[in-house]
């Protein structure tokens, strides 16, 4: 199976287009706070002030359970993901709430939209967190599997190792123009 994700083109494409619909980019919003956290939907929907911790260096973390997995999370809050935050967090509940089967029907209409030829789902923000955002950013691919909450490094590998396959080529091909 093809892993789909966005690349950095479609999702700064995403990030930057004005929505007429305030659904639609409530959505947009979702889903790109997702992009830059790895959150499934289950912890997104969830997500509450209680989850935003102050960790290492003073920097505010995500730390919840995978409900997938009863796994822990820890994921530091990137700028992006905290700009989104602001734009909503005047409630317990810092998103807004939806179905997964709205989100998801929404995301396709997102999708046609912004001209994205991709099925967007939920999933496809954290599979875009693991690989446009960390592997490829050289993210050890021990730390994507830790804030993705995997059960354990094989899982991440198994999903991953194709995305890292191509990383390895083009860390050669560098490495070999510099030798």
Known sequence: IKSVYLNN???????????????????????????????A???????????????????????????????RVSVPLLAKAKFILDKYSDDEKLLPIISNQKFNSYLKEIAAIVGIDKNLTHHVARKTFATTVLLE????????????????????????GKILSGSVASAFKKLDSNL
């Open 9 to 39: 083109k479609e999702l700064e494409c995403l990030e930057e287009y004005k929505f007429a619909q305030k659904r639609l980019s409530q959505v947009r919003d979702m889903f790109v706070f997702c992009c830059y956290t790895g959150l």
């Open 41 to 71: 939907y289950a912890e997104m929907k969830n997500l509450s002030r209680r989850h935003l911790v102050k960790g290492f260096g003073d920097e505010v973390w995500i730390k919840m359970y995978r409900e997938k997995t009863n796994s």
């Open 137 to 160: 950013n050289n993210i050890p691919i021990e730390i994507v599997s830790h804030v993705l909450g995997h059960s354990n490094i094989k899982v991440t590998q198994d999903h991953y």
